[in-house]
């Protein structure tokens, strides 16, 4: 989750969060290695009186046309392999969410398990517990497994969104969008809608419960 004064993402708890914030450092990194040199370039240039009419252009030509081929190459190629991966099929489980003003509605239909998602209000929290944060039914999902997620909405546009693992999606009335993600370690994860969808939009929060497999079998066959 989020904390106070932070600047950098959110410590990535799913495969594909780990693949989109590496692929973001990378690019960072090329961006700034083009800033630096285009900004070399404009001060040698700047503070260059001489200026040599004997040098062939050809050359340059050649090289700042295909040189930024190769930078777009390697922008492009790891992004499609992250795009292909994100779209994964054949998940360990399914699970239908749908948006209402305003809390969330969770099915898991393989497993006939179905409930309603409200957050907690302030008078009812313990201490270590997060304001606008916790609800009364988190989902709970194992660790290790593709997921699939269905969401959708009943009424007006909602987006579910959870940082950590790297989805986020808009809840469309009529629509199904999907996503897919897997944990990677034990965790509770919390997340908000992110489309304004009313006076209560910012109290309807998302909490992600990973567990082992093992538990999470007990958990549903306890439910």
């Known amino acids: 989750m989020s904390t106070w004064s932070q600047i950098l993402l959110q410590e990535s708890n799913s495969t594909v969060n780990q693949l989109l914030s590496l692929f973001h450092d990378y690019s960072l990194a090329l961006i700034i290695n083009i800033l630096i040199f ?17 040098i062939i252009p050809t050359l340059v030509e050649t090289i700042w046309t295909i040189l930024p081929i190769f930078i777009l190459l390697a922008l492009v190629v790891p992004s499609l392999q992250i795009l292909y991966f ?16 305003w ?8 497993l006939d398990i179905s409930f309603e998602a409200f957050m907690y209000k302030e008078q009812e929290l313990y201490m ?14 194992p660790m290790m497994k593709n997921i699939r997620v269905l969401i959708t909405a009943s009424d007006v546009l909602h987006c579910w969104a959870v940082p950590s693992l790297g989805v986020k999606a808009d809840a469309v009335p009529g629509r199904l969008n999907q996503v897919y993600f897997n944990v990677i370690r034990p965790s509770i994860m919390y997340g ?11 109290f309807m929060p998302i ?14 066959s306890a439910y």
């Open 38 to 54: 285009v900004t070399g370039i404009s001060i040698s240039m700047m503070s260059n009186k001489l200026i040599s009419d004997s």
């Open 86 to 101: 994100m779209e994964e099929s054949n998940p360990y489980l399914t699970i239908k969410v749908m948006g209402h003003q």
């Open 103 to 110: 809390y969330w509605e969770y099915n898991l239909a393989d």
């Open 128 to 141: 270590d517990e997060y304001r606008l944060l916790q609800t009364d039914s988190p989902l709970v999902l």
């Open 192 to 202: 908000q809608c992110s489309e304004i969808c009313g006076e209560q939009h910012s």
């Open 207 to 220: 909490e992600i419960e990973a567990i082992s497999n093992k538990k999470f079998l007990e958990w549903c």
